[in-house]
Structure formats: structure tokens, C-alpha cells
């Protein structure tokens, strides 16, 4: 658990978040991919965060708060984003993972991986909201993928027994 920071190494803090992004964050392009990178940083089993560079540049603690504090950041701007921006940047994001964008919305239907990107200690109803926004776009992006039959009734073309 971290400890609230005042004082002077709040600023430590500060700077180091504003290093990061300045540095790294600019090459991830949206909310939902920061948002999970900066996921990618967290270790599962202690909730802490790790990044070589900035530890390296700013001590571990204060490193760790600052890719906290620029997790929660990505997290309230997807928050914030319509459904139509969080369809595109799943979009974008399924065009560069290097995957099959049908992989990754099987992968994100079975097992949410999302939920697991939600910085520790949000909102359960904000994350409720962030989760369903992406499992509905998930949803939208999979009926666009090509190869996929039209959704709805196909109306059939036979003539009119009565002209």
C-alpha cells in the first residue's frame, strides 16, 4: 500500500509522472491502450508498479506513484470517452497488437482482460461502467469484422403471390 505523498516528495511524484509522459506515454496512442500498458506495469500479486527507467531516475516508490497516478488518469479518460471513441480505440488497439482482431475479441469475450486493467481501489461502479462500455465494444467490433453473417432477420426476396 502506498503512502499518501505531501511535501516534497509530491513534487517528486509530479515530476516523475511528467516525465513519463513526456517520454513514454506519447508512443501509446489512446486511453484504453495507456490504460492497459500502464496495467502491464503492475505486478498482479503486490498491486506495485515497476518501470526500470523512471526507478532508475526517481527511486522505486516515487516511480511506482507516478505510473499509479498516470494509470488513474487513463482510466477516468476512457471513462469519459463516448461509446464511438471507445469502439475506435479498441479498433486501433486490435490493429496494432500484432493479432487477429476475431483472436482478440474471442479472448476478450471468454475472459475479460479489461477488468484485470482497472486501476486497484476504482470505483465499483465506475468500473462497472468502464467495463461495460468495453464489453459492448468488443460486441460492436466483432459485427464488423469481415466474414461474419449480417445480424438480424435476412428478408427474403420472393415475389408477391398477389400482383
Known amino acids: 500500500m502506498m503512502v ?11 515530476r516523475a509522472a511528467e516525465d513519463l509522459r513526456r517520454r513514454t506515454l506519447p508512443a501509446v496512442k489512446d486511453p484504453l491502450e495507456r490504460m492497459i500498458y ?14 526500470a527507467g523512471l526507478a532508475q531516475r526517481f527511486g522505486e516508490d516515487v516511480a511506482g506513484e507516478a505510473l499509479a497516478e498516470c494509470h488513474r488518469e487513463a482510466y477516468w479518460q476512457l471513462m469519459g470517452s ?3 471513441s471507445v469502439v475506435t480505440q479498441l ?13 482478440i475479441v474471442n479472448t476478450w469475450k471468454a475472459l475479460e482482460p479489461y477488468r484485470v ?14 467495463c461495460s462500455n468495453l ?5 460492436i467490433l466483432e459485427s464488423r469484422l469481415p466474414g461474419r453473417p449480417p445480424a438480424g432477420p435476412v428478408a427474403l426476396r420472393h415475389p408477391s403471390p398477389v400482383q
Open 82 to 84: 463516448s461509446l464511438e
Open 38 to 51: 500502464l496495467a502491464s506495469m503492475r505486478d498482479y500479486n503486490t498491486g506495485i508498479y515497476h518501470h
Open 117 to 130: 486493467a482497472v486501476p486497484a481501489g476504482s470505483d465499483p461502479l465506475a468500473t462497472d461502467f468502464v
Open 91 to 103: 479498433t486501433g488497439y486490435a490493429e496494432r497488437s500484432g493479432s487477429a482482431p476475431r483472436e
Open 4 to 14: 499518501p505523498t505531501t511535501g516534497p516528495r509530491k513534487m517528486e511524484v509530479v
Open 135 to 139: 464489453s459492448i465494444a468488443v460486441s
